[in-house]
Every structure is written in C-alpha cells, then in structure tokens.
C-alpha cells in the first residue's frame, strides 16, 4: 500500500511538472535584453490590434437601447478583426462594473460578455493584453451611473494612496487572476493567449518615489500570489521623472501611448500632421534599467483626422522607439458606429471608415515585419520604408510585398511580381483591381485559379465624426449598391466566373473580359476552365469563406453633400465637387448657376465615382461680386435641392430655397489666410483661460485675444522636461484658399493685422507652412496700435515646425526637424504658424505677454 501511495506521489509530482514546464512553455518572457519573447519559440513577440469595448460602459448601454444582443454584435465585430489582420486585443476593464466596493469580483452580465469575446477572439487566433483596473467611472459620454466598485468608492486618485483602496485593489487583482473563463474553462493566470498583464490604466502619481515603488510593488504581489508566471507592465509615460520608482518596483514591462494630434479638436483636422509622428522620442530611453524591461503601446490614435495616410507611419515609430505590441483606440462597435457616440475624437470601423481601418490592416504589417528599433531617418524621407509607403499628399497608406498588396486609397502602383500575390485588400482603383463603390474589398487566393472576394457596403460620411456628437445625429451612412469591379490578375486571367456565397447570395455570372457586376458580400471567382470543391463552409486561415457581416443599408433620404468655396478671383474657372447620396445612381445631377439673366443657367455635373460628381464651371460666370448656384439631384422622378435636399427644383414657381453664394473678389485682392471672426474656433493651440473671442465694433469683424501669463511652465507629468519658451498657434488654410491659387501665387508679402496687450510692444513669429512640413517665417514687432504689421515672402527664413495640436504624452517633441529643408515655394504653403516666443529678450521670456489678432493675408 505504501508503495502504491508513494507511486502515485511520484506520478502527481511529474504531472506538476510537466505543468509547470508547459506553462513555462507556453507564457511570454521578457529576456535580459528587455525583449518579450514567445515561450515556445523564443522569436520575438511582435502583435497589433484594437481597444473594443462593447462588454462595458456607453458601448454595453448603447446596445441595450436599441436591443441589439450583444453577442451577436461581438461576433461581427471580431470576424472584421481577423479581416484586418489584428492579433491582439487591449481593454482597460471597467472595474467598477465588475468589482465591489472591498475588491470582490462579481459574476455579471458584463463580466460575462467579456469572457464571451474573449473565446470569440480565441477562436480567431488573437491574444490578449488585459488591464484589470481603468479607474474610470462608465458614465462618458452620458452622466455617470452609479456603480458597486472600489473606484467608485475612492476614485482614482485615493486607489493610489489610501490603505482600504490599496486592499481592496490587492483583493481584486488577487481574484480577477483566477478568475476562470466560463466559456474555456481557464482562469486567466494560466490562458495561454494571456501574453500579459498591465496593472491600472494611466495611474498619475503625485507621492514620493519611495511610496510610488511600494505601491507598484504590492500590485505586482497580489498578482504573482496567484502563481501567475506572466509578465506584468506598468504604465511608465505619465509622472515620467518617476521613471526609476517604476523600474524599482519589478515590472517587467513599460506600457505607452500617443496622441499625436491632441484630443478633442471639436472638427476634423487639415494640413499635413506626417510631421506629428515623425519620432516616438522617450526621455528616459538611455536609462539602463529601461533597457532591461519589455515595451508595449496599449493606446495610440491620431484624433480626429479622418484620413488614411498617418497610422502605417505611427507604427514605424513605435518600431524604432522599440515597441513590440500597439492597439489602437478605440475600435466603434458597429452597431453605433454610424453615430460615433462612444468617443467623438476617435473613429475606426471597417464598416464605416474602411480606408482609416485599412491602413490599421496595413500598420498591424508595419509591427510584423519592420525590424525593432530600426531606423528609417526624418520625414520626408521615412515616407518609404521597407515594404510600405505613406503619401500625404495622396491620403495614401501601401505596402507591397511578394505575395500581399494592401492600400487605402488609389494607387498607380503595381506589384512587381503579380502573379506571385495571395492577398489583396484596398479601396479605390489600382492597376490590379477597379471598383467605383466607397467600401473596402478583400481578394484572397484560396488555392491555384481560385480566389474569395469579399465586398463591403458603400461607406459616406455625410457629417463630421468629430464634432459634436449625439444618437440623434448620423455621421455616416452605409448603402449596398451594384457596381462593376474589375480585376487584372494571371491566375485568373480573362472571362472568370464568380458566385456567391454568403448567406441569401445567390448571384452567379461570367466576366465580360475582366470585369464583373457585385453587391456586397462574399464570392468564390474561379479561372475559366477550372473546377474546385471550396464552397462556404471551408476554412481559410481564421475565418470561414462564406462569412460576411455588415449593416443594413441606412440611405432612406437624399444627401446633397458640398461644401462651397470661401472665395474666389475672378476670370478663372472654377471645379466644384459634390457628393450626391441615393439608394440607386441618381438619374440626373446639375448645378442652377445665376449668370446674367434672372433665371439660372442649368449645367450637368460630372459622375466621377462613387456618389461623387464634379462640374468645371466656366469662367463666365467667375465674375467679380457674388456667385450664386443650386445643385439638384433626380433620383425616382423627384427633384432634391440643397443641403436641405427640398423635393422641389430652382426652376419650380414655389421654390424656397437658399442658394451656395461665393464671394468672387478682383484680381489681386488680398488673400486671407485667417480671420479671427470666422476661424479662431479651427485654431491648433493650447487652451488658455485668458484667451477670449471679442467682437469688434465694425460688423463681421473680430479680434482673437491671446494672453499668456507664462511662455514656459512646469508640466507636472514630466518636471524634468526641457524648458521651452513658446506659445504657438497653427491654422490650416488650404481649403480656405482653394479658389484663390493664382492670386496667391502673385502675393509678395505676409500681413498681420492686430495689436498688442498689455501695454507694451509684443514681438511675433508668423510662419508658412508648406505641405512637406517645411516651415519659413520671420519676427514682427507689433504695436500697441491696431495696424497692419507685414513681413516680405523673400525675407522669410526656415523656422522651426511646433507640432501641433500638441501631442500627448507631453514629453514628446515640441519641434520638428525635417529631414531636408525645402525652399520656399508660395504654392505650396496651406498653414500658418503664430509664434510668441520667438525673437524675445531671454531676460524677458517669463514676462506677460499679450496679442490680439484681427486677420492675417497674403499680398
């Protein structure tokens, strides 16, 4: 018996380790080198995905509002994931919705639908990076609710430095470990596609350093007392002058973020903003203890710009500064994405923005194949690099490898090895697919002769997604319409066949040449003459080729989309663009122009794509005074007209409705670039409470009054940064002047109009920014005395470029430095750049210093 009991001991002792080996085997470490590493394999960790936050807060509400399950939204929102290639997932868990208020976990619905996503994302291949504690209250962007956690009991500040709140958060990490997924079956220490554990999002301490590592240190305690082997990260990019009582503390790993372009700009952002991202720059990135921990990027997005040109270069720099994981922030579950409710500086949906989440596809590439802390120099000439190219100019994000070829908008580039390529996944026109529709697309060889195209909806913004948003207000619509799609590819060559698979797509046809006719959704295209056995229900990767998901269509009225000039000169034509929105093509499209005569003149609108169309309006009508026109669309027989879109025409006798008017000013009038009366709510700057809008007594006229105490004071997140003398303000004025080339090409001289404050004379930097980031300026002394205070364009000088808006975290660069200084050209300038600070007396940069601006101009 003996015996038989001491066997069994030796047996359960080598099961233990075996287990214990396996769970070695199967966890993330972070070598000596400060590199995460796979346990099995020991190569390099490199993932990239989202932050989604469907299970908690606004998103859950949101979607038990309008009754929608939310494990059926969950489900189409990670089948998207996998088509964007995204491989690892990020959430700051709300605790106060999971956790009472001693730490306590508790088994709720949202708990639940957690556990539900993370098996979705499982089955899909993904892993995770989990922060247990948010300190955030759920109610944004509604009132708070009332809710059962510790965070709400002591809020965020209290959890850092009161004893019950540090239990109660022992407590809770303790439990939230060993919580087991009820859909796995494994608690959360041991799931292997755990990598790690970040403690709390963006905890901001103000104690001693010695209080701050003590902290951290009884964190990472009550974690690794539940026998997890994972590594654990601390956020180390707020109170950075901490840095070495973070890394005294045994974390394993640093967690980042960056926002670039600021939050919260209340409208979406003009003007280059490459710059913006040039470098991830950290200050502490020399620290040896530094070098020794493992480094991730838990959220990151450029807010509020709506185009696709910027994440691929985002990703090059979280490569160089080291970074091995990034998630974005935040992805909109899509059943709330046509109203972008969740975080209206943020937006990202394949569904609703295709090419912004083509261009995350694209970046999740950036994180898997450009090697870790490689350097590609400045910008402009890190615009190529490796197997990608970014193009400002062009709103373009690509990359083209042997056997993939991924780009957000149109492209003229061909793949050198066509007949090599297995992916395909775009928006727009390039040499090897053509599609006028506005969603994305995805080509995927399935095997020799055989592809999967997978079609989504037309996506049209008709409002901005970064303003001021509400469920009341659409920001964007979706629409399924028809459209011809061609595609140039040797494995399938001419006359292929297409069918359709997903569910209810019964559509089957013959290319004409190389063009077929679809709707959204999925189909199998096979080359003439040959047969295949795949159907919907085989498996390709992580997805299974006849899914598809997406809404329904949402167009049930006319859009008339234009946004007219703010001027133009005379005796030129003039393009003017419009993006009509109808279920089916429109029948007609025309512009009622007011020429000579009292009854307009009706000219057709060009379709270019899409629900675009387009008209080169004759400089006849381009005549000095005001231009006054309509745009109509037929569609069913029913005239709409305007932005209000009236089911009525100009030409009908009870027609009310108010007319597009331009001014058209004389050649060589003056061109302004900024008008504080119109513009100064558009302004990149920092926020001053001393900055107010004052009108002036003169109608339509205005004065922006900018007072800055101080030009330089301590950020309290980084007391140690550089100190820099500088208040600026930045105005992209691109469009503003659009129709007013000619006359800026004429101008000879840059004028300021205003005053300075306080009573004394204020010295100004105003500076041009051109569309390569180039910046040229000179320093004006402006008096007390409204007046016209200007600078000649041959006298202007290259400048430094702030980076504006201001990014966050505030460590990072506050100049940028390109990598070669173009000359100065007039044609190509579309920003201003209004310095305080510049040209200023050291002995008196501390002092008060005020400025009043009326409207700066060109001539």
């Known amino acids: 018996m003996m015996k038989y009991i001491k066997f069994l001991c030796i047996v359960l002792l080598l099961f233990v380790c075996i287990g214990a080996v396996a769970q070695k085997t199967n966890d993330v470490y972070v070598d000596k080198n400060g590199v995460m590493r796979w346990g099995k394999t020991n190569e390099e960790v490199r993932a990239f995905g989202v932050n989604y936050t469907a299970p ?58 957690f556990d539900y996503m993370l098996k979705k994302m499982k089955d899909r291949g993904m892993k995770f990076m989990l922060t247990p504690i948010a300190y955030w209250p759920n109610g944004y962007p509604e009132p708070e609710e009332k809710t059962p956690g510790f965070s709400t009991k002591y809020g965020k500040e209290a959890c850092l430095t009161n004893e019950d709140a540090i239990k109660a958060q022992e407590k809770y990490l303790y439990q939230f470990l060993n919580h087991v997924n009820p859909y796995t079956g494994i608690a959360y220490k041991n799931d292997p596609d755990i990598i790690a554990f970040e403690i709390s999002n963006e905890p901001h301490h103000g104690e001693a350093p010695e209080k701050v590592t003590t902290f951290i240190s009884r964190m990472i305690k009550a974690m690794k007392n539940t026998g997890c082997k994972k590594p654990v990260f601390y956020n180390i990019s707020h109170s950075v002058h901490l840095a070495d009582a973070y890394f005294n503390a045994g974390i394993q790993g640093g967690t980042f973020q960056w926002y670039p372009t600021g939050l919260g700009s209340g409208h979406e ?19 040896a203890k530094f070098k020794k921990i493992a480094k991730l990027v838990y959220e990151f997005d450029a807010a509020d710009v709506g185009r696709s040109y910027i994440y691929p270069a985002m990703a090059r720099s979280f490569r160089e500064a080291g970074m091995q994981i990034a998630t974005h922030f935040a992805y909109d579950p899509t059943y709330m994405a046509d109203v972008n409710t969740e975080y209206n500086t943020h937006y990202m949906n394949l569904a609703y923005a295709p090419q912004k989440a083509l261009s995350l596809k694209i970046s999740a590439e950036v994180f898997h194949q450009v090697p870790l ?11 190529s690099f490796g ?28 793949p050198a090895a066509v007949d090599k390529l297995q992916e395909i996944a775009g928006w727009g026109n390039s040499p090897i697919v053509k599609y006028s529709g506005t969603g994305a697309y995805f080509l995927d060889r399935i095997e020799p002769g055989v592809w999967r195209l997978e079609v989504l909806p037309d996506a049209i913004w008709i409002n901005d997604p970064f303003g001021q948003n509400s469920p009341k207000k659409k920001i964007a619509v979706v629409n399924y319409r028809t459209w011809p799609l061609s595609i140039v590819l040797p494995d399938l060559g001419s006359n292929y066949t297409v069918k359709g698979i997903n569910a209810g797509n019964i559509y089957t046809a013959k290319a004409q040449g190389n063009t077929i006719t679809v709707a959204p959704g999925t189909y199998i295209i096979t080359k003439q003459g040959v047969t295949t056995n795949v159907n919907a229900q085989t498996r390709y990767k992580n997805i299974t080729l006849g899914e598809f998901t997406a809404p329904a269509t949402e167009v049930d009225k006319v859009y008339i989309l234009h946004k007219p000039s703010s001027e133009l000169e005379e005796g030129n034509s003039h393009t003017m663009e419009a993006t009509i929105v109808t279920k089916n093509i429109p029948q007609s499209v025309e512009v009622s ?62 027609f009310y409705g108010t007319p597009y008017t331009v001014a058209v000013l004389s050649k060589n009038a003056p061109v302004y670039i900024f008008n504080a009366a119109t513009d100064a709510s558009a302004l990149s700057r920092q926020w001053l409470r001393s900055s107010t809008i004052v009108p002036a007594a003169e109608p339509g006229k205005a004065e922006l009054q900018v007072n800055v105490a101080k030009l330089f ?66 320093v004006i002394t402006v008096g ?31 100049f940028f430095k390109p990598s070669a200084v173009c000359d100065f050209d007039i044609s190509g300038v579309e920003t201003i750049q209004v310095s305080i600070g510049p040209g200023i007396a050291v002995d008196q940069l ?13 001539e």
């Open 269 to 287: 952002l003009g003007g280059n903003l490459l710059p913006n991202v040039d470098k991830y720059s950290i200050p502490f990135a020399s620290n």
């Open 713 to 778: 004071e301590v950020d309290p997140e980084n007391k140690n940064g550089e100190a820099i003398h500088d208040y600026s303000m930045r105005f992209f004025f691109g469009q503003k002047i659009s129709g007013r080339k000619q006359d800026v090409l004429q101008s000879k001289r840059l004028v300021f109009r205003g005053r300075a404050m306080n009573g004394s004379p204020c010295k100004l930097q105003l500076a041009l920014v051109m569309r390569d980031g180039s910046a040229y300026g000179g």
């Open 784 to 814: 007390v005395d409204a007046a016209d205070y200007s600078i000649n364009l041959t006298d202007l000088k290259s400048v430094n470029l702030v980076t504006l808006p201001r990014p966050y975290p505030g460590f990072l660069p506050y």
């Open 387 to 414: 197997n990608f190219k970014v193009s400002y100019e062009k709103d373009l994000a690509e990359m083209v490898t042997e056997t993939k070829f991924f780009y957000t908008n149109h492209t003229s580039t061909t």
């Open 593 to 654: 122009v007011f020429g000579s005569g009292w009854r307009p003149d009706v000219l057709p609108m060009e379709h270019v794509s899409g629900y675009t169309y387009r008209l080169i309006l004759p400089e006849k009508y381009i005549k000095a005074g005001m231009l006054r026109y309509f745009i109509t669309a037929k569609a069913n027989d029913i005239y709409y007209t305007g932005s209000a879109a009236l089911e009525s025409k100009p030409s009908d006798w009870d």
């Open 373 to 383: 802390y490689k350097n590609y120099g400045s910008y402009p000439a890190n615009a």
């Open 56 to 113: 908690f807060a606004h998103g859950y509400r949101a979607a038990k509002k309008k009754d929608i399950p939310l494990e059926q939204a969950i489900d189409n929102d990670v089948y998207h994931f996998a088509r964007l290639g995204f491989d690892l997932y990020r959430v700051h868990v709300w605790d106060c919705e999971i956790s009472d208020s001693v730490g306590n976990i508790l088994n709720n619905e949202h708990l639940k639908l």
């Open 846 to 858: 501390q002092a008060k210093h005020g400025i009043a601006i009326e409207s700066i101009r060109l």
